[in-house]
T-cell receptor, first 112, second 114 residues
């Protein structure tokens, strides 16, 4: 069945360093991937997305990499700030039905 | 532009009761999806509504039902509540018109079943 999983449940990073959050997915039919950030008591907030015809996409301080060969997705956050502390989810969508399948999440903690 | 709103923010019910959660979609969005997020887990897809019709359903029993109204707002109804229904219920809206439509989430309703 389809599933999206994350390699690490927690990640602690020094303020100012770069963070890398990884995600594995299993559904080969997925063609759209999204990273969400969820702060305590809030709903998931869109960070960046990537379509399956791309292998890299950059935003402001964030980069998403997609490796379809090994079904792996990563989120890179440059120069992490205290406000980056949150749980990060990768999600996949396939087949055009807009159903998102989420992983368990990685909690990112920024050390001052 | 108004974002996705949900009500109530918190709710406490007892086993066997029924609950209705509400969601107002973002302006211009005609598709609403509902997700259940248990503590420490990622959101799980319940169902999606488009033009007042259910358009896809996840692995949830029939006691989870929904509605979408002409103004695209939506309700999630859960009958015969069970303890395991305690979770954060998230609503997300998106503009329908093809693939790769970003879903915008509301703040969620925290449901506690005692």
């Amino acid at each position: 069945g389809e599933s999206v999983g994350l390699h690490l449940p927690t990640l602690s990073v020094q303020e100012g360093d770069n963070s890398i959050i990884n995600c594995a997915y299993s559904n080969s039919a997925s063609d759209y991937f999204i990273w969400y950030k969820q702060e305590s008591g809030k709903g998931p907030q869109f960070i960046i997305d990537i379509r399956s015809n791309m292998d890299k996409r950059q935003g402001q301080r964030v980069t998403v990499l997609l490796n379809k060969t090994v079904k792996h997705l990563s989120l890179q956050i440059a120069a992490t700030q205290p406000g980056d502390s949150a749980v990060y989810f990768c999600a996949e969508e396939g087949g055009g039905n807009e159903k998102l399948t989420f992983g368990t999440g990685t909690r990112l903690t920024i050390i001052p | 532009e108004t974002g996705v709103t949900q009500s109530p923010t918190h709710l406490i019910k007892t086993r066997g009761q029924q609950v209705t959660l509400r969601c107002s979609s973002q302006s211009g969005h005609n598709t609403v999806s509902w997700y259940q997020q248990a503590l420490g887990q990622g959101p799980q897809f319940i169902f999606q509504y488009y033009r007042e019709e259910e358009n896809g359903r996840g692995n949830f029993p029939p006691r989870f039902s929904g509605l979408q109204f002409p103004n695209y707002s939506s309700e999630l109804n859960v009958n015969a509540l069970e303890l395991d229904d305690s979770a954060l219920y998230l609503c997300a809206s998106s503009p329908r018109g093809g693939q790769y439509n970003e879903q915008f989430f509301g703040p969620g309703t925290r449901l506690t079943v005692l």
